[in-house]
């Protein structure tokens, strides 16, 4: 089995990259999913991890809890030669971009990429449908919109 990474894999040596876990899980669900490998180093070193009580769930809900739309990729255990290596399946995102601490990330190549706010707009009008003038503006006040803009906007 090929462990090196590329555009659909990504290595971590160690549950300590936990973050950097996140925004691949962002970046490739942005792109067209992946897997991730924890306990090999980036060459595909088997190094394996510890897995203790909790240890997934832990990484379950960090991943759900720093990306939007939440993520709940597949993750699974693989023992090779008494040493665990925890595998996340992440499947494209239907709507894209996929955010990871407030930011958004594609998969190109080995990295994992923030997307211009330009790219992030067109992602979103392609995979919902909706523009960013359609979606709702908290925090301005209806009384602040002058008729006329109003007016433009509808013809």
């Known amino acids: 089995m090929n462990l090196l990474e590329s555009q659909s894999r990504e290595n971590k040596q160690s549950l300590h990259e936990w973050r950097q876990v996140v925004e691949s899980v962002a970046a490739f669900a942005t792109n067209q999913g992946g897997f991730i490998r924890i306990g090999i180093n980036p060459k595909g070193e088997n190094f394996g991890v510890r897995i203790g009580k909790g240890t997934l769930e832990d990484l379950c809900n960090k991943i759900k809890q720093n990306t939007d739309p939440p993520q709940y990729p597949s993750i699974k255990v693989e023992v090779h030669e008494e040493a665990g290596i925890i595998v996340i399946q992440v499947e494209e995102s239907p709507i894209k971009p996929v955010w990871a601490f407030g930011r958004p990330l594609k998969r190109v190549g080995r990295t994992n990429q923030h997307l211009s706010r330009k790219e992030t707009h067109r992602m979103v009008e392609a995979t919902t449908g909706r523009t960013w003038n359609a979606l709702?503006?908290?925090?301005?006040?209806?009384?602040?919109?002058?008729k006329e803009y109003v007016r433009d906007l509808a013809t």
């Open 136 to 146: 709702p503006s908290v925090g301005f006040p209806l009384k602040e919109a002058s």
